[in-house]
């Protein structure tokens, strides 16, 4: 693996500047392509499964986490009240009590349920300077988010197929998790106590617990037990990840929580006519944006994934005569959605040019015997080279190959 600190760097990536602040680092253009390619993909991926999504403000009322519970029990990684008026307004540390929130601005029947919001939204956790690096810890988080509010009986089918979800976006990012946590309470956490980490009641984490060892179970992946880190209001699945040191760090996750239901007062009415509290089942697909950014250019070394790459394709005009058409090759492309250059006759030779592109997933060679028959002969990243084909042919072939590897074909 390589450390994507000094390779993003050096791939014109991401940056950071002691002006705009430590652990608040910037995508460059090339960094930014890749961004919006998981978000499109991961858009549609929640978009195909059932999820509505919503957009809520990275601020709210110190009383908001109050009732959630973050204040008294996650205030030391939240950035200060800031007064305004008469009221204190907080950068949020999590995005789970805006969506709950949106699940109370509307009455709900037991008929939408199991009711799936997704939102990829900004929050911000005040890290230590000491522990910030990189991409993959920072202040200002961008997160793949989500919520599920369900009845009791779904609640394991809904981190089931949370956790299919996760496994299909691993599969097409070519990522490997390196361990399955279930992260419980202390073994002597006394839940409920004023005193405790931990709210709510013994019985509901059990519930919990039990439920998410079920979803586990089923699925066939080898877990562990970790005792200790669950998140302040219930159990969770924590997908574990590698870094080019070894260092170990959670990208996806699932959650069950009774806690906020109850403290925002949230209900639905049930096949009785009388009104019923949901669980809110919390999950991440990718994680924060900074942190899979991280680990794909450590996993990939720059060579990433077609539907990825920052650049898909590169077209190479042998000399001048070719540059008017190549330039009509471009423009073809970007049509189709590919994101494309033209790398001039005069920056270098043919051989030169493939070699400082050799990342790029495909190269488009454009001669004199091509612009008379129409076509664009492909070399890929591997060194294989294909024959000269149809322009139309080639581009519509090579925007089919660079979409993500679910969607090829028709796959959904």
């Known amino acids: 693996m390589y450390d994507h600190r000094k390779l993003g760097r050096e791939l014109g990536l991401f940056d950071s500047d002691p002006l705009i602040g430590a652990g608040l680092p910037y995508l460059l253009p090339a960094g930014a392509a890749i961004r919006h390619a998981l978000e499109r993909y991961i858009a549609d991926l929640e978009r195909r499964s059932g999820y509505q999504h919503v957009y809520s403000p990275v601020l709210g009322k110190r009383e908001l986490y109050e009732i959630s519970g973050h204040w008294s029990h996650y205030s030391d990684d939240m950035y200060p009240p800031m007064a305004i008026g008469e009221e204190e307004i907080v950068l949020r540390p999590s995005l789970c009590p805006h969506h709950a929130l ?235 959605g590919l994101r494309v250059e033209l790398a001039h006759a005069d920056e270098g030779s043919l051989g030169a040019r493939i070699r400082e592109n050799h990342q790029v997933p495909y190269l488009a060679v454009v001669g004199a015997r091509e612009v008379a028959a129409g076509q664009i002969a492909v070399r890929h990243r591997s060194g294989d080279q294909d024959a000269a084909a149809d322009a139309g042919d080639v581009l519509d072939e090579l925007a089919m190959q660079c979409k993500p590897r679910s969607e090829q074909r028709g796959k959904v």
């Open 102 to 336: 949106i699940y109370r601005s509307r009455s709900h029947s037991y008929r939408e349920l199991p009711l799936r919001y997704a939102e990829l939204g900004g929050m911000y956790r005040s890290e230590l300077s000491g522990v910030l690096g990189g991409l993959t810890r920072v202040r200002s988080i961008q997160l793949n988010d989500g919520h599920i509010f369900c009845t009791l009986d779904q609640v394991a089918d809904e981190a089931r197929l949370a956790l299919d979800l996760i496994l299909r976006a691993y599969a097409d990012l070519d990522l490997r998790p390196v361990r399955f946590l279930l992260s419980l309470p202390a073994e002597d956490a006394k839940i409920g106590d004023p005193a405790s980490k931990y709210v709510g009641d013994a019985a509901s984490w059990a519930q919990s617990a039990a439920l998410l060892r079920e979803v586990l179970d089923q699925a066939g992946v080898e877990y562990e037990e970790a005792p200790g880190e669950a998140a302040f209001y219930g159990p969770k699945i924590d997908i574990q990840i590698a870094d080019a040191a070894g260092r170990e760090s959670s990208l996806s996750t699932i959650q069950v929580d009774f806690h906020q239901p109850a403290r925002f007062e949230l209900e639905y009415v049930g096949a009785d006519g009388n009104k019923h509290r949901p669980v809110m089942v919390h999950r991440s697909i990718i994680g924060s944006l900074e942190r899979v950014i991280a680990q794909l250019i450590e996993t990939h070394g720059g060579a990433f994934p077609a539907w990825l790459a920052p650049v898909q394709l590169v077209v190479l005009p042998i000399s001048d005569a070719e540059e008017g058409y190549a330039a009509q090759i471009v423009r073809r492309a970007v049509d189709r």
